[in-house]
């Protein structure tokens, strides 16, 4: 597995999209930097959900796809709740798809995947 222009964006999307979207749900709700990091966070989102489709083993998708069309669904779904003013709706779908993201990412780093052994080899722990 090579480090192609389209994994070096989705990590980075990736990356970004877990402090940013961590420190939304962590900061207080409703102020101007929590909508800042709110749509930071959404839009580094789409571009590791969509990436990751251009991500293939051998020409195929994987189940951890999957996990790609939840976000999608939950960021419109959740994106759709705050505009019609369901504030409970939008923080239990964020939540998800935040969960869902960082779940994405340890399966991702399992050193049997070739990502993860990529770097925990690269960082000398296998």
Known sequence: MEFTPV??????AASGAIVAGGL???L???TTLHRILGRTWVALMLVTALG?????????????HLLSVLALAGLGGSIYA?????????RRGMRFTYI???TAGIFTLLPSRRFGYLVWHGIGLI
């Open 7 to 12: 994994i070096l964006i989705h990590v980075l």
């Open 100 to 102: 869902g993201l960082v």
């Open 28 to 30: 207080k709700k409703g």
């Open 82 to 90: 705050v505009a019609r003013g369901r504030i409970q709706a939008h």
């Open 52 to 64: 990751s489709f251009a991500i293939q083993s051998r020409g195929h998708l994987f189940w951890i």
């Open 24 to 26: 939304a749900l962590a």
